[in-house]
């Protein structure tokens, strides 16, 4: 598990279950850790899921759908863990057009 000690790490859906338990094992291992979440109402994204390593992660509040956000901060990583996405059934039924630029067309920027 040395693997991620002193390394840059970026995680996207950060702040959602699976990306702030990931965080804490990164931070635990030693990785130097930006999480990124848009924070979007009803998608998972909640900053007191890092309330107890947030002095130990780096969060940024952006949208992968920002392909310019996302290239500044890949940069110098080492590692992506690419997490987020849009999950809700009833919302990609409803607006399936954003729910491809969450989970497809976003990716490709990624």
Known sequence: ???FSKRNVLIT???GFIGSNLARRLVA????????????PQYGGNLFNVHDIKDRVKVNVCDVRDPFAMAYLLKG???LFNLAGQ???LDSMIDPQTD???NTKAQLSI
């Open 13 to 15: 859906g950060g702040l």
């Open 1 to 3: 598990m040395g693997t």
């Open 29 to 40: 291992l030693g990785a130097d850790v930006t999480l990124v979440d848009s924070l979007i």
């Open 87 to 89: 999950t809700s059934h």
């Open 77 to 79: 990583k080492d590692f």
């Open 100 to 102: 491809l630029d969450i």
